[in-house]
Nanobody, 123 residues
Framework: QVQLVESGGGLVQAGGSLRLSCAAS????????MGWFRQAPGKEREFVAA????????SYGDSVKGRFTASRDNAKNTVYLQMNNLKLEDTAVYYC????????????????WGQGTQVTVSS
């Protein structure tokens, strides 16, 4: 069955950087648009970023635009999220998700989800 496995989360000071990875298996990765979402305690799941199948198109949530960058390596079946200038409000569990072909910000449109990785930003 399809698996998406996130890694790279952890504890970082405000202003620091982290790079999340999401490794996919049991799917034709190059056909899947990939998204990143996050959920903080007591809050709804929030769109963070999405990247098209060939990485030509990307989309970012307003709160991370200019600080986060999504990328992918189709040869490695992996999508990345580079997070710079992290803020306290970036603390959340981060999830990657996949859907066929086109990117979207809507979480309900994604077919597959990873288990999440915790990112904690401290002051």
């Amino acid at each position: 069955q399809v698996q998406l496995v996130e890694s790279g989360g952890g504890l970082v000071q405000a202003g620091g950087s982290l790079r999340l990875s999401c490794a996919a298996s049991k799917l034709t990765f190059s056909r899947y648009a990939m998204g990143w979402f996050r959920q903080a305690p007591g809050k709804e799941r929030e769109f963070v970023a999405a990247i098209s199948t060939n990485a030509v198109s990307t989309s970012y949530g307003d709160s991370v635009k200019g600080r986060f960058t999504a990328s992918r390596d189709n040869a490695k079946n992996t999508v990345y999220l580079q997070m710079n200038n992290l803020k306290l409000e970036d603390t959340a569990v981060y999830y990657c998700a996949g859907r066929l072909w086109t990117i979207t910000r809507a979480p309900e449109a994604y077919s597959y989800w990873g288990q999440g990785t915790q990112v904690t930003v401290s002051s």
